[in-house]
């Protein structure tokens, strides 16, 4: 698959260069939620050196501080063009993980799908997605982690939401660097999504947003 410049400068790393390709893009009109899905690209090509061991966290770290700055330009123009809000999604990477890598492009992306995102931030206590699920009213909750130790976490973090009678109200969506299925169905969550692009497909279905 061929990438763009963008994607590629993303993906090398390459912080003034992708800053320079949006602002250039920008002034010959492109759409900003074009240059976002080449940002998004990106993104996805660091993604994959990582899981090949060709990256590590510092990397991966330093790829969301680009994707942040590099998307700032864009966000007026995304605001002005996002549709209507369909749903809200709960989102936070649970309690004893301190990651917010992953989160944060998920919070980006959902966000430009029309989705509002009630972000919560790292290392959320249990009841903090209980309150914030009836404080919003949210449909969706989105909870994420890169550390195996916290899969129990997860999973008493559903339980609280169960205990609460809010279980049947809202789509539990997971992902994070070593979720998979067999994760999915240890903790109780309804969708393993193993990119922020799954997680919005899920989303949306749920919503019934085509």
């Given at each position: 698959?061929?990438?763009?410049?963008?994607?590629?400068?993303?993906?090398?790393?390459?912080?003034?260069?992708?800053?320079?390709?949006?602002?250039?893009?920008?002034?010959?009109?492109?759409?900003?939620?074009?240059?976002?899905?080449?940002?998004?690209?990106?993104?996805?090509?660091?993604?994959?050196?990582?899981?090949?061991?060709?990256y590590y966290l510092s990397e991966l770290i330093y790829s969301a501080d680009i994707f942040k700055k590099a998307g700032?330009?864009?966000?007026?123009?995304?605001?002005r063009c996002a549709p209507k809000s369909f749903g809200t999604l709960v989102l936070g990477t649970v309690k004893n993980?301190?990651?917010?890598?992953?989160?944060?492009?998920?919070?980006?992306?959902?966000?430009?799908?029309?989705?509002?995102?009630?972000?919560?931030?790292?290392?959320?206590?249990?009841?903090?997605?209980?309150?914030?699920?009836?404080?919003?009213?949210?449909?969706?909750?989105?909870?994420?982690?890169?550390?195996?130790?916290?899969?129990?976490?997860?999973?008493?973090?559903?339980?609280?939401?169960?205990?609460?009678?809010?279980?049947?109200?809202?789509?539990?969506?997971?992902?994070?660097?070593?979720?998979?299925?067999?994760?999915?169905?240890?903790?109780?969550?309804?969708?393993?999504?193993?990119?922020?692009?799954?997680?919005?497909?899920?989303?949306?279905?749920?919503?019934?947003?085509?």
């Amino acid at each position: 698959m061929s990438h763009s410049p963008l994607a590629l400068a993303v993906g090398d790393l390459e912080e003034d260069k992708a800053i320079t390709l949006v602002l250039d893009k920008l002034a010959k009109g492109e759409p900003a939620l074009a240059i976002l899905e080449e940002l998004q690209a990106g993104m996805a090509i660091v993604g994959q050196r990582f899981e090949e061991c060709e990256y590590y966290l510092s990397e991966l770290i330093y790829s969301a501080d680009i994707f942040k700055k590099a998307g700032a330009p864009l966000q007026d123009e995304l605001a002005r063009c996002a549709p209507k809000s369909f749903g809200t999604l709960v989102l936070g990477t649970v309690k004893n993980d301190i990651h917010d890598f992953g989160k944060d492009i998920v919070a980006t992306v959902m966000s430009s799908n029309g989705i509002k995102v009630v972000d919560l931030g790292v290392n959320v206590e249990h009841q903090a997605f209980v309150d914030a699920i009836k404080e919003s009213g949210a449909t969706l909750v989105g909870m994420s982690c890169l550390l195996t130790t916290v899969f129990d976490d997860m999973k008493a973090a559903i339980q609280a939401i169960k205990d609460a009678g809010l279980r049947d109200q809202v789509t539990i969506l997971i992902g994070g660097g070593p979720v998979d299925e067999a994760t999915r169905d240890y903790v109780g969550a309804d969708h393993y999504c193993r990119t922020a692009q799954d997680g919005v497909a899920a989303a949306k279905q749920v919503l019934g947003v085509s």
